[in-house]
């Protein structure tokens, strides 16, 4: 230990954490080793270049930024629309679809204590969002005759209680073994003078670090190689809090393989220009997302001659990419982009340090920068009001009465 512990202290001083072990004495035996564990195997060299580029914002003068193609399945004639089904519905059913839904945050802004997965939207039925997903699948078995492979991405702070959750719910009828999770990745929270953070319980303070991490977190799990020995081909990813997420779509899947394309993602229509969500672009030739937060108002509010937005396809976060695509991705890291988030966190001399306003700075990557790494990828708009019911806030927009509406619609639920 003692060996250990000067190594941890050298590395500290070395990059001017020295801090990160003001508290040691204090700590537990078990908690003593996992903090000379967190020191001795974190990037420091990476920390130090994120905090580097925290005041870095993307520079869209430099990039040419065009609209993207997309394929509405609306306007799909009967002959196109059996065509791309005849061409997924083959691969679904000789089981070379599996999905992974992202679930690794908590319900904090719902008012919910416990994993996002967890909450209760309030339908008469008193599901949780994690059994009406569930339900999609059990559906996609009665129409294919298959139990798609669920692969659920949790984080260090929910596992726990999301596993214990589907055991309690004897996973909602849905076979045991086609049910695997796994935890995101993590990176260190720093604060503006780009010192690293202790969290409460004399650990490094750390956040989980984006939906873009899943291709690390895939590989660094053996998701990758588990999907392989299963025969899987293409993976379906999507967010844990869309209750009308289609995970199993032959017409998405048949679009990608006919346009022989590694990824392809859903889009709606954006409801108007001031809509906050990212679109789909074409950026220097590579397909991308722009983000609401970075878009210029002209861009936003550009038509066509039909009237509508040039740059309208809104990001849903429901995306299908081949694993060969994953593969790639997964051997390089995403960019990480900055946030500066409110953190309780100890100073270096024991006290709990707490803020009413932002303090630091978390780290995330954005799944949608994998995009760039592609040539192409297919884009298929779908209807809001079918595919699209996210659970984000309390209330107001995209809340649980927004979402539950939708649902009854969509279900013809009285």
């Not at 992974?100 to 204590?113: D, E, K, S, Y």
Request: with cysteine; aromatic share 10%; charged share 30%.
């Amino acid at each position: 230990m003692e060996e250990k512990y000067l190594a941890a202290e050298e590395k500290v001083k070395k990059y001017g954490q020295d801090h990160l072990l003001s508290q040691y004495n204090k700590l537990t035996e078990e908690k003593k080793a996992q903090l000379l564990n967190e020191i001795l195997t974190l990037d420091f060299q990476q920390i130090e270049e994120l905090y580097k580029r925290i005041n870095t914002t993307v520079d869209f003068n430099n990039s040419k930024i065009e609209p993207i193609n997309y394929t509405d399945k609306s306007s799909l004639s009967e002959q196109e629309l059996k065509k791309y089904e005849e061409i997924g519905l083959k691969q679904i059913k000789e089981g070379k679809l599996a999905v992974v839904t992202m679930a690794g945050g908590q319900g904090t802004r719902l008012g919910h204590n416990g994993p996002k997965g967890t909450f209760d939207i309030g339908l008469d039925s008193h599901k949780p969002i994690f059994e009406i997903l569930c339900d999609t699948l059990k559906n996609a078995q009665k129409k294919y005759g298959i139990y798609v492979t669920w692969y659920i991405m949790t984080s260090a702070e929910n596992n726990g209680d999301t596993v214990k959750f589907f055991e309690e719910h004897n996973y909602f009828g849905y076979p045991k073994d086609k049910v695997i999770f796994f935890i995101q990745g993590k990176l260190p929270m720093i604060n503006p003078n780009g010192k690293i953070l202790i969290g409460k319980d004399g650990l490094i303070k750390q956040a989980a670090d984006g939906h873009g991490g899943i291709f690390l977190s895939m590989k660094k799990n053996g998701i990758i190689y588990d999907m392989k020995t299963r025969g899987v081909e293409w993976v379906f990813i999507g967010g844990v809090d869309n209750v009308l997420v289609n995970m199993v779509d032959p017409v998405l899947l048949g679009l990608a393989t006919d346009k022989k394309m590694l990824a392809a993602g859903k889009s709606v229509v954006k409801a108007g220009p001031q809509e906050k969500v990212g679109v789909f672009c074409k950026r220097n030739g590579k397909p991308s997302v722009v983000e609401y937060s970075e878009i210029s108002p002209e861009m936003a509010e550009a038509t066509d001659k039909n009237g509508e937005l040039i740059y309208g396809e809104s990001h849903i976060l429901c995306n299908l990419f081949h694993i060969e695509a994953i593969e790639k991705i997964s051997k390089n890291t995403l960019p990480y982009h900055s946030a500066f988030k409110k953190a309780e966190y100890i100073d270096e001399n024991g006290n709990l340090i707490s803020s009413d306003k932002p303090n630091a700075y978390k780290f995330e990557a954005f799944l949608f920068d994998a995009f760039e790494t592609l040539n192409d990828m297919a884009i298929l708009r779908v209807k809001r009001e079918e595919e699209f019911a996210p659970v984000k806030n309390a209330e107001g927009e995209d809340s649980p009465e927004t979402a539950r509406k939708l649902y009854k619609e969509f279900h013809k639920i009285k």
